[in-house]
């Protein structure tokens, strides 16, 4: 583990502040000082305020803040490559019944520790700087989050954690104690400064959760103040669950709970109709795309344009498929256009979910704004190597930022102030040992899977 940096000036490069109004500075630079930006402009008057910073130079290429994932699972690591003795699932409940499910059931303590620890690599090595994690491990909950806490602290990158708990193994009761335990322990850390890990409440499912956890999990995320996060008619078989079983859509019975309020991430919400949406908007909620899990899983187009057209803020998310936030805001583009048979949609709008919602939605988890460059908010900046071919200005930052920056390398990330990647080297992690004893352990993991 690397010595937080003290004071840091990232310059001599184009920053891109992001928020409102977005500026693009020609030979700017970001300072940073006890992890916290301290001032952004030109480098001619950041010089002289800079006396004895740590210089990190960018060499003529842009500075902008680092990305965040609304919705990841860092668990999922080792179905990389697992060969499930069952014949292919056919549908989405067949995927969470061959698949997700007996995985998490076997996950052990040092499981979840390396698979959490090659995608924190991944966002370092993206430039994802902020994640909001769903975990699941029904064979072992109590501590989980401790694990993933542990792994996140080491690799520096920014998470809000949650379990997500699910009656489906009659284990609800255990996973609400397990978010108990750590919002507990999170809310004594961000008493004393600490605002490096957030906690949430988190459900698998409302079909997975029956009434009575349902309103335990409601009360206690209210009375520690922390927000919900659950998974929300990614298929349709969630919604006809929850109507047969409740006579209410996913989103009525979440709401009739008290469970939606602007502290609430509905993921997905690929099923939910005009009733379901105005709920949503009315209370505040939060929506997370997932654009490539959802086609991946084949279970439908969300309906995005038609949200963000009501006012509900909608944030992008990779639902553990990838750590690259770059590669979903590509995907989020094509895949509208192509729903809508419609080359004007979605252009500005796939930008939008992660560049500028993503950055309200995370504000709302953390006590200093993040996924923005402007004096009071998180130091936590990436430098991309990327050298414009055109006029890079305000008005053309986007085209710049999907056909351009999506596909640059990050060279350096910085979160709060520590640089955990400089020039392409990830420092005080040796990335080929995790990577060695990630194999022993999934190695051991897919013969009791
Ligand atoms: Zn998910």
Redesign the pocket.
């Known amino acids: 583990m690397t010595k937080k940096d003290v004071s840091l000036l990232i310059g001599n490069g184009i920053v891109i502040t992001l928020g409102s109004p977005n500026r693009v500075i020609e030979d700017g630079g970001v300072l940073v000082r006890d992890g916290v930006i301290e001032a952004v402009g030109p480098m001619k008057i950041l010089r002289r305020k800079a006396k004895g910073a740590r210089f990190v130079d960018a060499r003529g290429r842009v500075i902008m803040p680092g990305f965040i994932n609304a919705?990841m699972?860092l668990y999922s690591t080792f179905a990389r490559g697992l060969m499930p003795k069952q014949p292919p699932a056919e549908n989405f409940v067949q995927i969470l019944e061959r698949l997700w499910w007996p995985l998490d059931r076997v996950l052990t303590g040092p499981d979840i520790a390396y698979s959490c620890l090659i995608p924190l690599i991944d966002c370092i090595k993206n430039g994802t700087t902020t994640i909001i994690d769903?975990h699941e491990s029904q064979g072992f909950q109590k501590g989980s989050l401790d694990v993933i806490e542990k792994a996140v602290r080491a690799t520096g990158v920014r998470s809000c954690l949650c379990l997500g708990l699910s009656d489906r193994y009659g284990k609800g009761r255990q996973g609400l104690e397990e978010n108990i335990r750590f919002a507990k322990k999170i809310r004594a850390k961000k008493a004393k400064g600490d605002d490096l890990v957030s906690a949430m409440l988190g459900l698998h499912a409302l079909f997975t959760v029956n009434p009575k956890t349902l309103a335990q999990s409601v009360k206690t995320a209210k009375q520690f103040g922390v927000g919900i996060h659950v998974?929300v008619a990614e298929d349709k078989a969630d919604e006809v669950a929850n109507r047969k079983k409740y006579g209410m859509s996913v989103v009525e019975r979440l709401h009739q709970a008290g469970g939606l309020g602007p502290q609430t991430i509905a993921?997905?919400c690929v099923h939910v109709d005009k009733a379901e949406m105005r709920l949503l908007r009315k209370t505040g909620a939060i929506v997370v795309h997932?654009p490539q899990?959802n086609m991946n899983n084949a279970v439908g187009v969300a309906p995005i344009p038609e949200m963000l057209a009501k006012g509900i803020l909608v944030g992008l998310g990779t639902?553990?498929m990838t750590a690259n936030m770059r590669d979903e805001v590509r995907v989020a583009n094509i895949l509208h256009k192509l729903a809508k048979k419609d080359p004007r949609v979605f252009f500005v709008e796939s930008c939008r979910l992660l560049l500028e919602n993503n950055a309200k939605i995370a504000s709302r988890f953390f006590q200093k704004p993040v996924g923005v460059l402007k004096k009071g908010a998180h130091g936590d900046v990436i430098i991309l190597d990327y050298d414009p071919p055109t006029p890079l200005t305000a008005n053309t930052f986007l085209g710049h930022f999907l056909f351009g920056l999506c596909g640059a390398k990050v060279s350096t990330t910085i979160v709060g102030g520590r640089v955990l990647m400089k020039d392409g080297k990830l420092l005080g992690l040796n990335e080929a040992r995790i990577c060695a004893q990630s194999r022993r352990l999934a190695r051991a993991f897919w013969k009791r899977f």
Do not use: F, P, R
């Open positions: 919705h699972h769903h998974h993921v997905h997932n899990s639902d553990g």
